[in-house]
RNA sequence: GCGCCCGUAGCUCAGCUGGAUAGAGCAUCGGACUUCUAAUCCGACGGUCGAGGGUUCGAAUCCUUCCGGGCGCGCCA
C-alpha cells in the first residue's frame, strides 16, 4: 500500500474562519452598495460575470431598474459612477455592473489567504451524519459501488473542512432473506478450501448457483427461508456462526479497498447491528397506530403521506424487511447522535424506499425524520444494460483500480523512467483517475461505464490535477531556496497571473457550494480550472533560473500556493497527490 | 398505467435557486520542448441547448405538453 497519508494531514478549520479568497472582496462591495443604495443587504445577489474579462463580480440592475421605474442601463452608469471602494473598479456594461479587482490588490489577498491554514473552511457547527459505501457482505464490491464509496466519503470530508462533527457510517448489508440462500446454498456446496483461498468469490459462486438451481429444485427456497429464519431467531447455532465467518472474512476484503480510497469510517455497522431493536421497532410502531395487517404481512399505509406503495415491515412468515431494519438504524441513530442532519448516499433507484420510510416515520410524530435526507446518484452501466450480480455482468472495483494501476505503471514507464517510487505512484494515479473521473459528473446523472473514459490520463483527469501538483512540487524542490517572506513580496511582482489568483480565490465558494448542493462536482470544476490556470501559469512565468531574486521569491509563494490548493482540494476529493510522477 | 431522474458540439461532459456573444476535455487539423516534468501549453474546426407552448424586460436554466433514454412501483435489498 503507498504512503498516501494525505487526507490525514488535511488542516482542522479555525473556529473563527474569516473570509478568504474572493469572498474578502464580496462583503465590502455588498456593504458600499446596501449603503449608497438603501437596499437591504440581502438583495444585493453578486453574481459572476459572463467572461473573467468584465471582472470578478456582477450585479444585474433589472429588477432595481423595475423598482424604481427606471432604465437599467442608465441606473448601472450611475451607479458605477458612484461607486467607491478603495481597489475595486465598477464598470457599467450595459444593464450590469461589473466589479473588477485591481490586479496587485486580488493577487496579494488571495496569495495571503491561500497560504492560510484555516483557507477554505467554515464553522458551521453542527452534527454531520453520513451514510455512504454500504456494500453487501458476500459479493464483491463493484463499479456501482464506487459511486456511493467515493461521493460519500468526498462530502465527509467537505462537512469536516466546513466544521460540521462528521459521523461516517457503513451500513453493511449483511442482514436479510438473501443471506438465508447463501448459507443453504453454503449447506449444499460449500467448501472450506475455496473460502480460505477467495471468500467473496466463493461465495458469490455459491450465490449465482443458488440462483441457477432454484429453477429446478423446488426444495431449495425453503431451505433458504428456514436459514434465514434461523439467524433472525437469535440463538447462538451453526447458521449463525457461518453467516458470522462470512461477514468477518468479507469485512476484511472490503478493507482493502478502502485502504486504496483512502478512507476510513467511523462506524461499520451491519444492518445486522439493528438486530435486537427491531421488536421495539415493531412495537413503536403498532403502538403509534400505523400498522395494519395486509394479506398476512405488517404494513404502513402511506396515501396520506400522497405516497401509493405502503412500507412492509413484516413478512407473512414473520421475517423483518429492508425497510424494518433502515427505521430502526434511523431511529437508534437519531438517539445516539442527535444529528442535525443526516445523509444517506445512496442509488437513484432507491427513492421511492426512502420516500417510504421518512414518511413512515413522520406518521409516527418522529420530527426528526426531516433532518434526513437522500441523496441519490445516477446508475452506472455497462453498454451491455445493467449491472447484475446474479448474471455475471459486473465489473468488480479492484478490477477497475488494478486496470487503472496498471495503465497508470506503463505511463509512469515511459514518461518517468528514472522514478524511484513506480509502484508507488501508479498506485496513486490508477487511484486517482478512478476517483476523480466519478467526481467530475452531476452525481444525480447515469453513466455508461467507459473503460477508455475512465483510464484516461490526459485532459480534464485526475493524473492532470496530479501532474499540476507533482510540477509544484517539483519547482519547489529544486528552488533551494528559504522560504520568501509573504510581506516582503511585491504585488507588482505577482502579475500575470490573474487567472490563476481568481481560480483559486473561488474555491471556498465552490466548497460551500459544494456542501449545500451535496454535490462533489463543483468542488472538482473548481480545481480543473485552478489547475488550468496553474499549467499555463507557470508556462509563462519561468520560476528558476532567472537573475531577479525578488521576482524568483514571488514566482515561487505563487507555485506554493497552487501546490497547497492542488492538495487541499485533491485531499477534499479523495484524489492522492503524488510529489512525482 | 403511475411516479422519479436524464436529454447541451462527432464522443464524454461543465454551465441549471433565470441574466450579457452557451464553455471544457476527447477526437480532427495546425503550432510550441538547447532552460523549472510535453500526463503540458497556444490556436483552428465544431452547437436550431430533444421538440412545441407558456411565464418574464430576459429562458439551456422555471412551468406545461409531447418525443427519446434510464430507474422504480408490498412480502429482495
Not at 473598479?89 to 495571503?112: K, M, Q, W, Y
Not at 436459514?227 to 458470522?244: C, H, I, M, V, Y
Not at 461505464?449 to 519547482?475: M, N
Not at 507557470?538 to 497552487?562: C, K, P
Request: aromatic fraction near 8%; hydrophobic fraction near 45%; include cysteine.
Amino acid at each position: 500500500m503507498p504512503p498516501y497519508t494525505g487526507l490525514l494531514e488535511m488542516p482542522k478549520p479555525l473556529a473563527t474562519a474569516q473570509p478568504n479568497g474572493l469572498d474578502f472582496f464580496a462583503a465590502p462591495i455588498r456593504a458600499a452598495l446596501a449603503a449608497s443604495l438603501d437596499v437591504d443587504e440581502s438583495l444585493l445577489q453578486l453574481e459572476r460575470p459572463r467572461q473573467e474579462a468584465l471582472g470578478q463580480f456582477a450585479l444585474p440592475c433589472f429588477r432595481f431598474a423595475k423598482a424604481a421605474g427606471k432604465n437599467p442601463a442608465e441606473l448601472a452608469a450611475n451607479w458605477a459612477e458612484a461607486f467607491s471602494v478603495e481597489h475595486i473598479t465598477a464598470t457599467a456594461a450595459g444593464p450590469f455592473l461589473n466589479f473588477s479587482i485591481d490586479e496587485d490588490r486580488l493577487a496579494a489577498v488571495v496569495l495571503e489567504s491561500a497560504l492560510r491554514e484555516d483557507f477554505a473552511t467554515g464553522n458551521e457547527d453542527c452534527t454531520t451524519v453520513v451514510e455512504f459505501s454500504s456494500p453487501n457482505i458476500a459479493k464483491p464490491m463493484h463499479v456501482g459501488h464506487m459511486r456511493t464509496t467515493v461521493i460519500g466519503a468526498a462530502l465527509a470530508r467537505f462537512y469536516t473542512r466546513l466544521g460540521h462533527h462528521v459521523i461516517k457510517i457503513n451500513h453493511i448489508g449483511d442482514w436479510g432473506s438473501q443471506f438465508g440462500k447463501l448459507v443453504a446454498a453454503w449447506q449444499r456446496w460449500g467448501s472450506n478450501e475455496e473460502l480460505e483461498k477467495a471468500p467473496i468469490a466463493h461465495l458469490l459462486a455459491l450465490y449465482v448457483r443458488y440462483h441457477e438451481a432454484e429453477k429446478q429444485d423446488e426444495s431449495l427456497p425453503a431451505e433458504a427461508k428456514k436459514a434465514f429464519q434461523e439467524l433472525e431467531s437469535g440463538d447462538d447455532n451453526q447458521t449463525r456462526a457461518t453467516w458470522k465467518k462470512f461477514t468477518e472474512l468479507s469485512l476484511r476484503e472490503f478493507e482493502q479497498v478502502y485502504a486504496r480510497f483512502g478512507i476510513e469510517f467511523d462506524f461499520v455497522r451491519g444492518e445486522s447491528w439493528y438486530e435486537d431493536k427491531l421488536t421495539d421497532i415493531l412495537t413503536w410502531l403498532d403502538s403509534s397506530g400505523v400498522l395494519k395487517e395486509d394479506a398476512g404481512a405488517q404494513i404502513i399505509d402511506l396515501t396520506a403521506e400522497g405516497i401509493k406503495t405502503p412500507c412492509l415491515v413484516k413478512t407473512a412468515h414473520g421475517t423483518t424487511l429492508y425497510a424494518t431494519r433502515d427505521i430502526a438504524a434511523a431511529k437508534s441513530r437519531w438517539e445516539e447522535f442527535k444529528f442535525d442532519q443526516m445523509l444517506y448516499v445512496v442509488g437513484a433507484e432507491q427513492t421511492l424506499h426512502f420516500q417510504q420510510f421518512k414518511a413512515a416515520l413522520k406518521l409516527c410524530g418522529a420530527e426528526w425524520q426531516e433532518k434526513m435526507e437522500h441523496i441519490p446518484f445516477g446508475l452506472i452501466r455497462m453498454a451491455e444494460g445493467k449491472l447484475s450480480t446474479r448474471a455475471g455482468r459486473v465489473i468488480s472495483l479492484s478490477e477497475v483500480l488494478d486496470r487503472a494501476v496498471e495503465l497508470a505503471r506503463e505511463a509512469v514507464d515511459k514518461k518517468n523512467p528514472e522514478l524511484a517510487t513506480k509502484a508507488e505512484v501508479a498506485e496513486m494515479v490508477g487511484v486517482g483517475a478512478v476517483v476523480f473521473h466519478d467526481l467530475k459528473h452531476q452525481r444525480q446523472k447515469d453513466v455508461v461505464f467507459d473503460w477508455k473514459e475512465v483510464l484516461s490520463f490526459e485532459g480534464d483527469t485526475g493524473p492532470y490535477l496530479q501532474y499540476t501538483h507533482a510540477r509544484c512540487c517539483s519547482i519547489l524542490r529544486k528552488a533551494e531556496r528559504s522560504e520568501p517572506v509573504l510581506e516582503e513580496i511585491d504585488p507588482k511582482l505577482l502579475r500575470g497571473g490573474k487567472d490563476l489568483f481568481v481560480a483559486v480565490g473561488r474555491l471556498p465558494q465552490a466548497l460551500r457550494e459544494a456542501a449545500q448542493k451535496r454535490e462533489p462536482n463543483t468542488v472538482a470544476q473548481a480545481l480543473l480550472k485552478i489547475a488550468a490556470a496553474g499549467n499555463s501559469y507557470y508556462r509563462e512565468n519561468r520560476v528558476l533560473g532567472l537573475d531577479d531574486d525578488a521576482l524568483t521569491d514571488a514566482r515561487l509563494a505563487v507555485i506554493d500556493m497552487l501546490r497547497r490548493t492542488m492538495k487541499l482540494g485533491m485531499d477534499l476529493l479523495g484524489v492522492p497527490a503524488p510529489e512525482e510522477m
